[in-house]
T-cell receptor
Framework: GAVVSQHPSWVICKSGTSVKIECRSL??????MFWYRQFPKQSLMLMAT?????????EQGVEKDKFLINHASLTLSTLTVTSAHPEDSSFYIC?????????????FGPGTRLTVT | AQKVTQAQTEISVVEKEDVTLDCVYE???????LFWYKQPPSGELVFLIR??????QNEISGRYSWNFQKSTSSFNFTITASQVVDSAVYFC??????????FGAGTTVTVRA
């Protein structure tokens, strides 16, 4: 099956610093990846759609200058949280689509738990 | 616009009881997919089922079963003879044109021994 990995699985950073989260498709090439954020006891909210070789499309209310997304290759998308603050502490999950898969299914990474102190 | 509603926030049952999770959706797309995911305390989403809008057949997989009714825009999920390992948050989700997934708020299922 399609496998998606994320690194790191958890990270603690100080307020004001930046942190990068990687999302990799391990056994397929993903032209489209998605980034979600999940606060405790809440649902997953789509942050942005990342397309290989082009700019990411951000959902309304998501600051694109704060959450930098780079999809430089067909197997890697990165999310950089710039100048992180405690309110950015959350569970970040990425997913990927298999190209030409008509099922609309997304394959999810295991998530990255970010804590900003 | 897409919307998924899971009206039940929490459900608590005793082991071996059946539990049904409700999911109601809204979409203007004629082609769409519905999903159920399980999220255990570890956080990783576990895919349970996918159903497209043209396939209204109900499905059974072991202790899990799903009832898709297009007429009422519902895609309900039943766990039969629940077990403690079924304790998790369950999400219903909808994907239509553009492939964006919209998640419901989730239902926390607690199965007590």
């Amino acid at each position: 099956g399609a496998v998606v990995s994320q690194h790191p699985s958890w990270v603690i950073c100080k307020s004001g610093t930046s942190v990068k989260i990687e999302c990799r498709s391990l056994d397929f090439q993903a032209t489209t990846m998605f980034w979600y954020r999940q606060f405790p006891k809440q649902s997953l909210m789509l942050m942005a759609t990342s397309n290989e070789g082009s700019k990411a499309t951000y959902e309304q209310g998501v600051e694109k200058d704060k959450f930098l997304i780079n999809h430089a290759s067909l197997t890697l998308s990165t999310l950089t949280v710039t100048s992180a603050h405690p309110e950015d502490s959350s569970f970040y999950i990425c997913s990927a689509r298999v190209p030409r898969d008509i099922s609309y299914e997304q394959y999810f990474g295991p998530g990255t738990r970010l804590t900003v102190t | 616009a897409q919307k998924v509603t899971q009206a039940q926030t929490e459900i608590s049952v005793v082991e071996k009881e059946d539990v049904t999770l409700d999911c109601v959706y809204e979409t203007r797309d004629t082609t769409y997919y519905l999903f159920w995911y399980k999220q255990p305390p570890s956080g990783e989403l576990v895919f349970l089922i996918r159903r497209n809008s043209f396939d209204e057949q109900n499905e059974i997989s072991g202790r899990y079963s799903w009832n898709f009714q297009k007429s009422t825009s519902s895609f309900n999920f039943t766990i039969t003879a629940s077990q403690v390992v079924d304790s998790a948050v369950y999400f219903c989700a909808l994907s239509g044109w553009g492939y964006k997934l919209s998640f419901g708020a989730g239902t926390t299922v607690t199965v007590r021994a």
